[in-house]
């Protein structure tokens, strides 16, 4: 009787210790550059994989980058001088159905006229699309070399939903001008040219 009596004491023990000591699980994921992000288990409802396409010819390069595409920082602002404070921080590249690149910024909310809060094109870069033939995630929207100076706003890492850019001005002596920006899909949206 001791015995049983002694057995359910240490599992009544047992049972008291798990509860008093919550235990929270989380995942662990580890990116390839050394990042970890830990997120609680409880607050996940699923985890999916999906495949993001890439394009494996110049043709599908070209098609890919038809759209609408925004960046969160103020990339490419330097275009804007002065006429900076009319507009907000976010760019936006629309690249056309005949490759037309066109460079806009919305206008901030309190302009006193019928552009306030509108997406308005700065600028056309044109439709001098290069894909890279051997790597058609990378090219460049425009390329424009002289003897002693150019600009290229070139993409890299293309796939379906985003693409890194880089523009650069320079001169014989160097660059003037590097800004880098990571340029995400959007859906379409009306803009005044």
């Not at 995630?137 to 600009?151: A, N, Q, S």
Request: charge should be negative; glycine fraction near 6%; proline fraction near 3%.
């Amino acid at each position: 009787m001791k015995k049983i009596i002694c057995m359910l004491a240490m599992a009544l023990l047992a049972i008291g210790a798990a509860q008093a000591q919550e235990q929270v699980r989380k995942m662990v994921i580890q990116k390839t550059n050394g990042q970890v992000m830990k997120c609680k288990t409880a607050e996940i409802e699923t985890v999916t994989f999906e495949e993001v396409a890439v394009p494996t010819t110049v043709e599908e390069a070209e098609a890919m980058l038809v759209g609408y595409w925004k960046c969160n920082n103020p990339f490419l602002s330097f275009v804007l001088g002065e006429d900076i404070n009319y507009f907000e921080s976010t760019a936006f590249l629309i690249v056309t159905e005949d490759l037309e690149i066109l460079l806009g910024y919305k206008a901030v909310d309190y302009l006193p006229n019928e552009y306030a809060g509108k997406i308005l094109v700065y600028k056309s870069f044109g439709n001098d699309i290069i894909v890279n033939s051997d790597d058609p995630t990378m090219g460049d929207f425009f390329r424009y070399d002289y003897d002693t100076e150019g600009t290229a706003l070139s993409f890299m890492n293309l796939d379906q939903n985003s693409f890194d850019a880089h523009f650069e001005s320079y001169v014989e002596d160097g660059p003037t001008s590097i800004q880098d920006g990571t340029f995400y899909r959007v859906e379409p949206f009306e803009y005044i040219r």
